[in-house]
């Protein structure tokens, strides 16, 4: 009897296509590929939250306490003069933005104005390549990639869809140096968002081309 062997060409392509798949396969391949499309589109947010004059865009105007007339209260306008303009001095330590002292006229509760002090915070070079819209306030701290699938449900049906639920770790990438600082990290609790090795649970759902994000599936 005569015994047929297949050549090395052959079982490369033979190796080749079982490593291909379909994209629609319910593996951790797809599934990891799927995650990290939608983490990619999705900044790690440093978002300030601040009184100021115009709240959606920089500049931002923060208008101040004035010194009051009586000294006892001085200690108490300075700090919550500092607690207000928190979170936007630590962007200007960490180079993001820069900041200008100014006044503006403001109107008090019983009627009549007063001269209030300001401080105007601009952003930087660093702080333009940081923004994530021109139109609103929000940093990118980095992104988020997955270290592994751990495991995701047999896919079923739900309302028309076939979905899966997979659990996976994930860590920080792409973390610009501004973002390490110690005071950023506290102020905006980047801390525990920034954790290695944290675990998740999305559900993914099965379109046309493949496995994506629920999120993401009309985008």
């Not at 080749?16 to 590929?33: I, T, Y």
């Not at 699938?149 to 739900?158: K, Q």
């Not at 997979?166 to 506290?186: C, E, G, H, L």
């Not at 525990?192 to 675990?199: I, L, Y």
């Amino acid at each position: 009897m005569i015994r047929k062997f297949a050549t090395p060409a052959a079982m490369s392509i033979v190796v080749a296509l079982a490593a291909c798949g379909s994209a629609k396969d319910a593996n951790n391949g797809n599934f990891e590929k799927a995650l990290n499309a939608h983490f990619a589109r999705e900044c790690i947010p440093v978002q300030p939250f601040v009184m100021a004059e115009n709240n959606r865009q920089y500049p931002l105007v923060v208008a101040l306490q004035p010194k009051p007339t009586i000294a006892s209260l001085e200690v108490g306008v300075e700090q919550n003069n500092a607690s207000a303009t928190r979170p936007l001095d630590v962007l200007v330590h960490a180079g993001l933005l820069s900041v200008s002292d100014g006044t503006a006229k403001k109107r008090g509760w019983l009627g009549g104005e007063y001269t209030a002090p300001t401080k105007t915070y601009s952003l930087t070079d660093a702080g333009k390549k940081a923004l994530v819209s021109p139109d609103e306030l929000t940093m990118c701290a980095g992104h988020y990639k997955v270290d592994e699938v751990a495991r995701f449900s047999e896919p079923s049906n739900a309302l028309g869809h076939t979905i899966s639920e997979v659990s996976f770790t994930f860590s920080p990438v792409d973390v610009p140096a501004w973002a390490k600082d110690d005071n950023v990290r506290k102020v905006y609790g980047l801390n525990a968002r920034m954790a290695d090795h944290a675990k998740g649970t999305r559900t993914l759902v099965l379109a046309s081309d493949g496995w994506t994000d629920s999120a993401d599936f009309s985008k």
